[in-house]
């Protein structure tokens, strides 16, 4: 047996497994296929425009925060220049800083949770359309019966 025997040998031998192996499939309808990935594409088309607004609104909700943020420091540098008793302007500036760093980490809190139920809301969006696909799929690879 010379190697080329040898080559077409091998070869007609997957061949064979390959024609066997591929008779144990039924067919399916690729239609199905194809709204799955539509679906899929409907569902990530819904978890970025979800995602986009809970951000826009970050953003907007950052906006407003720094303009409070800027009028309350010059109303806080008004208030500690214009007394000229040292004890109080002393402690206008100790109340305009508890009120700085009281409104920092009410203002970052309020801006996780933004950005949260952001998150949360595509996370739910898209765990459902996987569950979905799965199920799908599962009923494209049930074997079909009989009378069908």
């Known amino acids: 047996m010379n190697i080329n025997n040898g080559y077409i040998m091998v070869a007609n031998n997957f ?49 407003e925060i720094a303009q409070n943020s800027a009028q309350k420091s010059f109303e806080c540098l008004k208030d500690c220049s214009v007394n000229p008793n040292m004890q109080e302007m002393q402690q206008a500036h100790s109340n305009c800083m508890n009120d700085v760093i009281h409104n920092f980490s009410s203002n970052m809190r309020e801006m996780m949770e933004m950005s949260s139920k952001a998150s949360l809301e595509v996370f739910d969006i898209l765990n459902k359309r996987a569950s979905d696909a799965v199920n799908e799929m599962c009923l494209v690879c049930q074997p079909q019966k009989a009378g069908k």
């Open 15 to 63: 061949k064979n497994y390959f024609t066997n192996f591929m008779g144990n499939f039924q067919p399916m309808d690729l239609n199905i296929f194809k709204g799955t990935i539509s679906k899929n594409v409907e569902a990530l088309t819904a978890a970025n425009q979800v995602w986009m607004e809970g951000m826009q609104a970050a953003s907007r909700r950052n906006a």
